[in-house]
C-alpha cells in the first residue's frame, strides 16, 4: 500500500475533497499540507505566488499612463495626473487583506509578522486601512512580496490552525483571482470552454502562464475558484467526452431522419456510391490495380 493511501484511510482532507473526475466513484484526498490536501493548500499558495506581480501591475494602472513604471503613488496630495480610483482600491484591498491575515497568523503561531505587515497604514482601531503613503509599483511588489513569502513558508502550519480561520483565510484570497481579472496583464488567461462546475457558479475557466520562471500554470474561474492543472486536465477530458457523445448521437438522429426520408434517386445514388467504393478502387486508393 501506498502512503498516500494510508494517508487517506487516516487523514482525509479536512474538507472531504474529492478527485473532481470520479463523482461516479469518490476518491477522497489526503490530507499532505495541515489539515489539507493539495488542492486546497495549492488553491492559497498559487493566489500568494501571483500577489507580488499583481500588486506591482495594478500599481501601475493607478496613475492612467498604465504602465508598471516608476510613479509616485499619493494618496496624500492631489493627484497630479489622472487617478484611477479602482486600480488604487483594489491594491489596496489586496495589500491590506494580506497585512490583515499576517497579523493573524502571527498571533496564532507566536511569532513577529513581517515588516510590511506592521508598516501598514492602520486606524487608530488599529484595522488595517492599506498602503503607506508614496509607494511605488516597485516598492508595493517588494511588500507584498515579503508578506507572500512569510505566509508561503508557514502555509502548512496555518493550514493546522483553526478550521474557520483558515476557510475565511481561503475566501479572503480568493481575490487575487478576481483581481487578476479586473487587471488583464499583457500576458493574457487563456479562456477555456469549460464553465466552472462550482455549484451555481458557470463562469468561465481561465488558464494563466506561470507567475515565475519555472512556475506551473495556474487555472481559475472569474468567479475565483481554483482549480489544479491535474483537475482541469480531467474536467476538459470529461468535456471533450460529452461533446463526443452528443456528436455521436446527432449523427444516429441524423442517419435515422436520413433513411426515413430518402427519395429513390439518393437511394440510386448511395449504390453507386457503394459499388464505386467496391470495385473502383484497390486497397482503398485508386488507380493500384494497374501498378
Ligand atoms: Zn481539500
Ligand atoms: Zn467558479
Request: proline residues 0%.
Given at each position: 500500500m501506498t502512503d498516500d493511501f494510508l494517508n487517506v484511510i487516516e487523514r482525509p482532507c479536512a474538507r472531504q475533497c474529492v478527485r473532481a473526475a470520479t463523482e461516479a466513484d469518490p476518491q477522497i484526498l489526503p490530507a499532505t499540507h495541515g489539515r489539507y490536501c493539495s488542492r486546497c493548500w495549492g488553491r492559497i499558495d498559487q493566489a500568494l505566488i501571483q500577489a507580488p506581480e499583481l500588486t506591482e501591475h495594478i500599481l501601475g494602472n493607478v496613475t492612467s499612463t498604465?504602465?508598471?513604471?516608476?510613479e509616485r503613488v499619493d494618496a496624500?496630495?492631489?493627484?497630479p495626473l489622472p487617478f484611477n480610483e479602482g486600480a488604487f482600491a483594489d491594491a489596496n484591498e489586496l495589500y491590506s487583506l494580506l497585512a490583515y491575515w499576517c497579523g493573524i497568523w502571527a498571533d496564532y503561531l507566536e511569532v513577529h509578522t513581517p515588516a510590511p505587515a506592521k508598516r501598514a497604514w492602520r486606524r487608530k482601531s488599529g484595522t488595517v486601512v492599506g498602503l503607506p503613503a508614496g509607494t511605488t509599483p516597485q516598492i508595493g511588489a517588494r511588500d507584498v512580496g515579503l508578506m507572500t513569502r512569510w505566509l508561503r513558508e508557514r502555509l502548512d502550519n496555518i493550514l493546522d490552525l483553526a478550521p474557520e480561520d483558515v476557510d475565511e483565510f481561503d475566501e479572503a484570497i480568493r481575490d487575487v483571482w478576481r483581481m487578476n481579472t479586473r487587471w488583464p496583464r499583457i500576458e493574457k488567461p487563456r479562456y477555456s470552454d469549460l464553465e466552472c462546475p462550482a455549484s451555481e457558479c458557470e463562469a468561465k475557466i481561465a488558464v494563466y502562464p506561470p507567475a515565475e520562471a519555472g512556475g506551473t500554470k495556474s487555472v481559475a474561474c472569474d468567479g475565483g475558484h481554483y482549480y489544479s492543472e491535474e483537475e482541469f486536465d480531467e474536467l476538459t477530458v470529461q468535456l471533450i467526452a460529452q461533446r463526443l457523445e452528443r456528436a455521436r448521437l446527432a449523427r444516429k438522429a441524423g442517419r435515422q431522419r436520413q433513411s426515413a426520408g430518402r427519395t429513390d434517386q439518393q437511394k440510386a445514388d448511395d449504390v453507386r456510391a457503394a459499388l464505386w467504393q467496391k470495385y473502383g478502387w484497390v486497397d482503398g486508393k485508386p488507380g493500384e490495380e494497374s501498378a
Open positions: 498604465g504602465q508598471a513604471g516608476g496624500t496630495k492631489d493627484a
